[in-house]
């Protein structure tokens, strides 16, 4: 999966890693070797089912998933006053983020939410399952899931 000219993510994350353990960063080392571990696990599942190696798509949403479970994480720690928990996943969210693509503000997204809407013709809170495919295609990895549907919600009703 070596692009010409262009790091691969797993070849950019083993250079993290070592620049961290270098650096004696421990909590990118570990966030970084937590992500290394996922992409090797789901390599391994791809392999299993017949395909040589994971897609840049299948590596974003991979990144997009750790990122939503460290925001569900600070979500839940700030609810129950755990914040020494909360500021480590957010520390982690920001390392995991630095290799996802720049993510969108709410302007940007509902321009898009927009745009879509006008393709599929939605019109009502029904139409949400319309729209919300289309968009979520569109914004893999460039925007976060929840702040999507609410956006789409709001528009829509």
């Known amino acids: ?3 010409i000219g262009i790091m691969s993510l797993k070849d950019k994350i083993t ?3 070592k620049a ?3 650096a004696k ?3 990118r080392l570990e966030t970084v070797r937590s992500i290394k571990k996922v992409i090797l696990e789901e390599e391994v599942n791809a392999r299993a089912a017949g395909k040589e190696s994971l897609t840049e798509t299948q590596e974003m949403d991979i990144l997009a998933r750790l990122a939503k479970q460290r925001r569900d994480s600070i979500e ?3 609810q129950v006053g755990r914040q020494e928990l909360a500021d480590q996943e957010a520390a982690e969210l920001a390392i995991i983020e630095e290799y996802l693509p720049k993510q969108l503000s709410d302007d940007e997204i ?3 939410i927009d ?3 006008v393709q599929v013709g939605a019109s009502s809170a029904k139409d949400m399952g319309k729209v919300m495919g289309p968009v979520m295609q569109q914004l893999r990895g460039k925007a976060d899931g929840k702040k999507v549907q609410e956006i789409v919600k709001t528009k829509l009703n």
């Open 76 to 78: 839940q720690y700030t």
């Open 20 to 22: 961290a353990m270098k």
């Open 15 to 17: 250079e993290d890693i």
């Open 1 to 3: 999966m070596l692009r």
């Open 110 to 112: 509902a321009q898009v």
């Open 115 to 117: 745009e879509i809407i």
């Open 25 to 27: 960063e421990k909590v």
